[in-house]
């Protein structure tokens, strides 16, 4: 056990994660109680101050840890990972779109879950130690639905991990989507603003549109690029907020489901003849900031079954262009700033208008506002100073003329 207190810079691959997962990737032998214990009772420090285990750690920081806390090697059960067989390491290999030192792009096919659940075994997070059979495991940082293909972006290190999500929660990434839809929408064009909430008596399974206090405020943008009659259209689709099923629920709540997606679209989500049945929704470009500084802009591929029903109804994937970034939405906080500074900017205006006006002038000079209270002032008595004329010197008044013009003699 080590009776010594520790130091520890945090790398760069640690940069903005959280302090109890910088100990599990770090430190795993000392259990989570004990680094909740640690930092209650501020035994942990960073660059000299107390820290709490949600905290998140910056490259360059210096982290203090106290000695002992380590876990009986005979009670502690290291994590084993689980052999793949060679089928799903093909698998694995099969859906990579693009990878580096921060990130490895998947292209996930339709039927596929990003984790596990219930009577769930097999799903992307499985897969995840073919990617880095050595080092350190790959993490999720966002997710698609067990039916939806397209781009999964994966973070290689906890450090890019933490910066990917930063992203995602703060909707700076752009997430565009394709889908057939049954029918075409009035509105080439459009926004969807409907808030859901989760459908009660699904166990979350399930979403629905609840304009009560209840609903989460949701947004998904949209663009009919091509249409087959009157039968079906192809659609850009671009969530402007990350609800759980958003596109699915909004495109079925505006009289066009998603086709094959019989859970919101029930019998009319599907389209006879050679369509296939399975849902037609792929997330189809990603556009997110990287941490080397250049922005990366992923393209999956169409799956089989898409791409055929594409085909089938005369859709030609080259006429597919990227939608146009959305409106700017303001925060409160940046809306003030905006009014304060157009104030400001206004009063000064208004001060060259009025400056320029009393030089121009030829009347008397405007009143001050009296005199400065100090040592020395006189106390202000209430009373308005009497006006002395304009232009003349304050002194002896002027003798009264004759209409002559001559002054009067003195008496």
């Known amino acids: 056990m080590t009776e010594t207190v520790r130091q520890f810079t945090v790398g760069a691959d640690d940069d903005g994660v959280r302090l109890d997962r910088w100990f599990k990737r770090h430190l795993p032998q000392v259990g989570f109680a004990t680094v909740s214990r640690w930092a209650r009772t501020g035994q942990i420090r960073v660059d000299g101050k107390r820290a709490d285990v949600a905290d998140r750690l910056a490259a360059g920081q210096v982290l203090r840890v106290p000695p002992g806390g380590e876990q009986d090697p005979a009670t502690r059960k290291p994590r084993e990972r689980k052999p793949l067989t060679e089928a799903q390491i093909e698998l694995a290999d099969s859906m990579v779109i693009t990878q580096d030192r921060a990130a490895i792009v998947l292209n996930k096919p339709p039927g596929l879950a990003t984790q596990g659940g219930s009577g769930t075994y097999e799903h992307v997070d499985g897969l995840l130690d073919a990617y880095a059979p050595d080092g350190p495991r ?3 940082v966002h997710r698609l639905d067990k039916d939806t293909s397209g781009v999964l972006l ?27 839809v049954v029918g075409v929408p009035d509105i080439e064009d459009g926004l969807i603003d409907l808030p859901l909430a989760k459908q009660p008596g699904t166990g979350g399974e399930k979403m629905m549109v609840d304009k009560s206090e209840h609903g989460q405020p949701s947004k998904s943008r949209y663009r009919v690029l091509d249409r087959a009659g009157n039968r079906a259209a192809w659609v850009e689709l671009q969530p ?19 086709v ?13 003849g050679t369509i296939s049945r399975k849902m037609h929704l792929h997330a189809r470009r990603l556009i997110i900031d990287h941490p080397d500084g250049t922005p990366l802009d992923v393209i999956a591929e169409l799956p089989e079954h898409f791409a055929a029903s594409m085909a089938s109804l005369g859709f030609d994937q080259a006429d597919g262009a990227a939608l146009p970034d959305p409106p700017r939405v303001e925060t409160r906080e940046a809306k003030k700033a905006a009014a304060k500074a157009h104030a400001k900017q206004y009063r000064k205006e208004r001060k060259g208008e009025r400056r320029s006006r009393g030089e121009a002038s030829d009347g008397p000079p405007r009143k001050s506002r009296g005199p400065t209270k100090g040592k020395g002032s006189p106390k202000p008595t209430g009373k308005p100073a009497p006006r002395k004329p304009a232009g003349k010197p304050a002194g002896k008044p002027a003798a009264p003329r004759r209409p002559s013009g001559r002054p009067a003699p003195k008496r």
Do not use: C, E, N
């Open 260 to 272: 094959g997606d019989g859970k919101y679209g029930g019998p009319d989500a599907f389209l006879s």
């Open 138 to 140: 790959p993490r999720l």
């Open 240 to 258: 402007l907020t990350g609800r759980t099923h958003q596109l699915r629920v909004h495109m079925a709540a505006i009289g066009h489901p998603i």
């Open 154 to 180: 994966i973070a290689r290190t906890p450090g890019s991990a933490a910066f990917f999500s930063k992203r995602f929660s703060g909707r700076s990434a752009r997430k565009i989507y394709w889908a057939l």
